[in-house]
């Protein structure tokens, strides 16, 4: 496979197990700073009751996708949970690239690291991680969106993301949101002084 050119633009990146708490922290700092713009992923599922196309997600059939795969729409890409699929469209982080505004994108792990290396130092990349898979398991089944069979998913999943943290810029344990928040948000500031 030739190498991919890196790419242009500046990109934060959150990764963390499904339930650590990534896309509490992601609306608060797109909240915060108005010079940062979220990346709406791409996915195969169906939307939840109160998710809306291009807001939550890019909503696309199965064939939709592998269309995009086919055509280099994506950044990446991941298949999971029963053969759904997600990633993050091209378009969405190319859009900002000659502008003021960092990209920030809330992905799963394989593909953050894939991010990380076609961004290289113009990409900050945070894994999010909960205090123990203890604690991550009694957040999931507060959540009430998983049955007992994507709950074990979920957490063999987590087991093998945390394996991988020590491959991100920084590391921030989500046991309590506020100071969680504090950290990523100091992170950012440096991030963006030093990339302005």
Request: hydrophobic share 30%; with cysteine; proline share 3%.
């Amino acid at each position: 496979m030739p190498k991919q050119a890196k790419r242009k633009g500046k990109v934060i990146v959150l990764v963390a197990p499904s339930g650590a708490g990534k896309t509490s922290l992601s609306q608060r700092l797109v909240n915060e700073f108005s010079n940062i713009s979220f990346s709406v992923s791409a996915t195969t599922r169906e939307p939840r009751s109160y998710e809306k196309d291009g807001v939550n997600y890019h909503f696309l059939s199965q064939e939709e996708f592998q269309e995009g795969i086919k055509n280099s729409r994506f950044l990446e890409w991941e298949e999971f949970y029963g053969g759904t699929r997600y990633g993050t469209l091209v378009s969405e982080v190319e859009k900002n690239h000659n502008s003021e505004y960092i990209t920030l994108l809330d992905i799963e792990v394989n593909g953050a690291l894939n991010v990380k290396k076609l961004y290289g130092d113009d990409c900050l990349s945070v894994f999010i991680k909960p205090p123990s898979l203890e604690v991550l398991e009694e957040r999931l089944k507060k959540r009430g969106t998983e049955n007992e069979h994507s709950l074990r998913l979920r957490l063999e999943r987590a087991k093998h993301e945390l394996e991988l943290e020590h491959k991100f810029d920084k590391v921030i344990v989500n046991d309590d949101f506020d100071q969680a928040y504090k950290e990523l948000k100091q992170l950012v500031q440096q991030y963006i002084h030093t990339h302005s």
